[in-house]
């Protein structure tokens, strides 16, 4: 018998680790503390536990960049992951956004309430979630799913081999299937997307596993260097590297699926509209930033490889992209009338632009990467901020007029049946306040918010001109070097439809500008006063769960019709949009060492 082989202990470099293992054990952490921290103090550990991880895996990362920057890049076990200073610049832009939309979803209105539901599981509309809604029960579970969701975020555009790539999508996108269905009013749309993004989302992993097959019968490897090898070498199956741009175009299509371009955008619209408004930012700017961080990693270190023949069709199939994203993102989103739907269409038109500056990816100037990287943090400032605006504007539901006892007991129980999760009678003693209601989403009840709150509808303006790409903002800065990057690589044509595209985006932002700060509300309109402060007391009311029809101006339904609010938070929201406020405006008349980090993180390690 021939002797047994040593075993050899594998090296690990735990160092270039620290970032992502500070996420992930944290959200290890945050599942024991659901299990053993008494309920009164459980919120406090988790809000408490989640920031610091955050703060803590960017302090790592700032640290880890010198030497990163130095190296050119480091191999990480075995070479599955890649900590070059590309994927590390990627990782920090994902932590310091994810850090700024956990503000937003720990934050609470004045009535202890939160943006979610007490009880996942519960029936919507049924006794038990009322109950659970009565008692004030809280979904502290929130914290660890969204540390999961940051950690395969992290991972995603750091890996070296598409097997972990495909595991990495699946830990950042299933936390995200549950936070989708977990929104506290409008219960039974907040399910219905969660649905249809988990049905979807399977079916892009279903069609990005079967390019990861077709990649390795080429190549007998995932790991993208050896494929990388495989081309440039000459390996591989003799006259099947069509074999090869067939899996690589697979591959790209579950990456755009999570990117929300199109056409595979369908989800994004719905999915936006019904998660919980504070899960929306986050997915909007943490999911994209990621999605393309590995997008770009495929393409750079695979795509460059490919024959001079396959490159040009991978090229036009770019461009394809590109045109068909822009103008599915700018022309629907010219229609819409609800808010979020709005900023999802904005999304995918931002989708576009980004394809724009991958159309060089068989360059080697790093103008494209350095696009890409500055574009995902000024669009990812933007949206944090936006979608934190949007969780502060909500409906609220006036006190009943006087009206006889039997009519009003009819009346609020008939507004209440109308709702999609709301309680089935009066709560007087509901912790909700029985006020507040939904987010206010429907771009009429917006008008004349500058007049009732004018810092923060100056905040939400600054966003969106910023998505327009309105000079001294970060987001001219970003469309101009996104265009600057495809005018360099000869794609002046694709430049020139982002820059009309853009053009007609301009439409529904200033659209919403001028509904804020120039046309007055209907209720002021029809009793011809001033709008009333947004500071509006909190009284408890019917909590009628979502907004009711009206049966007409006389009746005791119209008396009861919610109007808008902004309602008092803890304060957390309010930093999280401050701190988007001063990067967006920093970002766009002081880009120039942002710029140059860009720049230098545009190194990739095979």
Known sequence: MTPAAAFVAPVIEWAYLVPVLVILGAGVVGVLVEAFVPDRARRVVQVVLALAALAGALTSIVLLWPDVLAQNGVRVLGGALVVDPFGLAVQGIVVVLALLATLVIADRTSTKQDAFAPTAAAVPGSAYEDLARRRGL?????????????????????????????????????????????????????????????????????????????????????????????????????????????????????????????????????????????????????????????????????????????????????????????????????????????????????????????????????????????????????????????????????????????????????????????????????????????????????????????????AFALFLLSMAGIPLTAGFIAKFTAFQSAVAVGAWPLALIGVLASAVAVFFYVRVIVLMFFTPSPRAAAEGTSEAPSDAAEVAGPDLGTTGGTAGPGSAVAALASRVTVVRSEGFTTIAITICVIGVILLGVLPSSVLDLAFEAAKFRP
């Not at 990693?297 to 394809?320: F, H």
């Not at 904005?346 to 724009?356: E, K, T």
């Open 138 to 458: 809280e979904q502290t579970e929130v914290f660890p799913l969204v540390l999961f969701a940051v950690g395969g975020m992290m991972i995603f555009p750091a890996t070296g081999d598409l097997l972990t790539m495909f595991v990495a999508l699946e830990v950042l996108s299933l936390p995200l299937y549950v936070l989708t269905a977990l929104a506290r009013r409008r219960r039974l749309l907040s399910q219905e997307a969660s649905f249809k993004y988990f049905l979807l989302g399977a079916f892009a992993s279903a069609i990005f596993i079967f390019g990861v097959a077709l990649v390795y019968g080429f190549a007998g490897s995932v790991r993208l260097a050896d494929v990388r090898g495989a081309l440039l070498e000459g390996g591989g199956l003799d006259g099947m590297t069509g074999l090869v741009l067939l899996g690589l175009v697979m591959v790209l299509t579950g990456l755009l699926f999570k990117v929300g371009a199109a056409p595979f955008h369908s989800w994004t619209p719905d999915v936006y509209q019904g998660a919980p408004t504070p899960v929306t930012g986050f997915m909007a700017a943490c999911t994209k930033a990621a999605a393309f961080g590995a997008l770009l990693r495929v393409l750079y270190v695979v795509g460059q490889a490919l024959p001079a023949d396959l490159q040009e069709k991978l090229v036009i199939a770019l461009w394809v992209v590109a045109i068909l994203t822009m103008i599915v993102g700018t022309v629907i989103g010219v229609i819409q009338t609800d808010m979020k739907r709005l900023l999802a269409y904005s999304s995918i038109a931002h989708a576009g632009f980004l394809v724009v500056a991958l159309v060089g990816f068989g360059e080697l100037s790093g103008f494209g990467v350095r696009a890409l990287l500055f574009y995902l943090l000024a669009y990812g400032l933007a949206t944090v901020g936006a979608f934190a605006v949007v969780t502060l504007v909500r409906e609220r539901a006036p006190q009943p007029v006087v009206v006889p006892a039997e009519a009003e007991l009819a009346t609020v129980g008939a507004v209440s049946g109308a709702g999609t999760g709301g309680s089935a009678g009066p709560s007087s003693t509901s912790p909700d306040g029985g006020v507040v209601l939904g987010e206010a989403t429907h771009l009429t009840e917006w008008a004349g918010l500058g007049k009732r709150s004018p810092w923060l509808a100056g």
